[in-house]
């Protein structure tokens, strides 16, 4: 194998060795892993579709591809506030389940590594709720920087602006998610809340619940106009566990599970078998303050119940 050639294939095997990486940023950017997939598939197209020569003078592939993606992305964001204005009801991000109920996972998580998304709590509903209220060059800046450290200089490059207002939008965004920020209230008592909560609703227990909820808890619900749910935030934990018995008054049958929605401890409701809804919790002082039910069929597709479960 001649130099050219050698430099031709370590190009094409460093631009592959990034896909997990861009994966990973364009989720954050979009909240959606069908559009992540969706951008980083169009960034590789532009990738092969350039010549030989044309690749030889591209020293960093990786860099290419954030830019190509970080644009991409850009764009979608653009266009889907006008799709989410025409949107029925709330629009939720997808709920991500745990790497090891991935469909097409073994029990290690180890299928198609290059398409896990890495779950920390720069994928936690409420922060992803946070980014969607951003401006689209706001959330793009905050991603590259805040979660993945890009340095302005090289964002400026990136969404072509100049540092200085990339560091505008950098903390503009920063402010939104200081204000929304709850404290960690830590994995294991999170997940004891949540079965509370759990068994409180399958006993429609509405004391227990009101117990476990906030009195000004939100419970925002995502049906997507494709099945039943509410088109406005439920507000109040009295209401909230009203709407949650009725719910179950409703659907006999309903299993409550609890899984990892997010990286964090969360409830997935099935019935027959078929997974109907995967609620987010956010937590604060032992109370549950906000309920993100995601029930848009679409957005589910992820969470198709393993061979054997409920």
């Known amino acids: 194998m001649d130099t050219e050639d050698a430099r031709s294939g370590g190009l094409v095997e460093a631009a592959v060795g990034e896909r997990r990486h861009l994966i990973n940023l364009a989720y954050r950017m979009l909240g959606s892993p069908a559009e992540a997939e969706d951008a980083v598939q169009e960034a590789y197209a532009r990738w092969y579709a350039l010549s030989a020569a044309r690749r030889r003078t591209v020293l960093a592939p990786g860099a290419w591809l954030t830019t190509v993606v970080s644009r991409i992305c850009l764009d979608v964001l653009g266009s889907a506030r006008f799709r989410r204005e025409r949107y029925v009801g709330e629009w ?157 008054e409703k659907a006999p049958g309903l299993t409550l599970l609890e899984r990892t929605v997010n990286g964090s401890p969360g409830l997935v409701a099935r019935r027959d078998g078929v997974t109907a809804t995967v609620a987010a919790l956010d937590l604060v002082d032992g109370r549950i303050t906000r309920i993100w039910a995601v029930r848009n069929p679409e957005k589910l597709s992820r969470w198709t119940a393993p061979a054997g479960s409920a």
Do not use: N
């Open 92 to 248: 939720l991000p997808e709920p991500l389940p745990d790497r090891a109920e991935w469909p097409g996972a073994g029990g290690d998580g180890s299928a198609d590594p290059a398409d896990r998304i890495t779950l920390d709590e720069s994928v936690g509903m409420a922060f992803l709720v946070v980014l969607e209220s951003m401006t689209p060059a706001e959330r793009v800046v905050f991603v590259l920087h805040d979660v993945f450290r890009y340095p302005f200089p090289e964002i400026a490059v990136i969404v072509d602006r100049t540092p200085a207002a990339c560091r505008q939008l950098a903390s503009s965004a920063r402010r939104r998610v200081r204000a929304a920020r709850v404290p960690d209230l830590g994995r294991t008592q999170q997940a004891g809340v949540v079965r509370r909560f759990r068994e409180a609703w399958e006993a429609k227990d509405i004391e227990a619940l009101v117990g476990l909820l906030d009195p000004a808890a939100t419970m925002v619900a995502d049906g997507g106009g494709l099945v039943g749910a509410v088109l406005r935030p439920v507000e109040g934990g009295a209401r909230i566990a009203r709407y949650l018995v009725l719910m179950a």
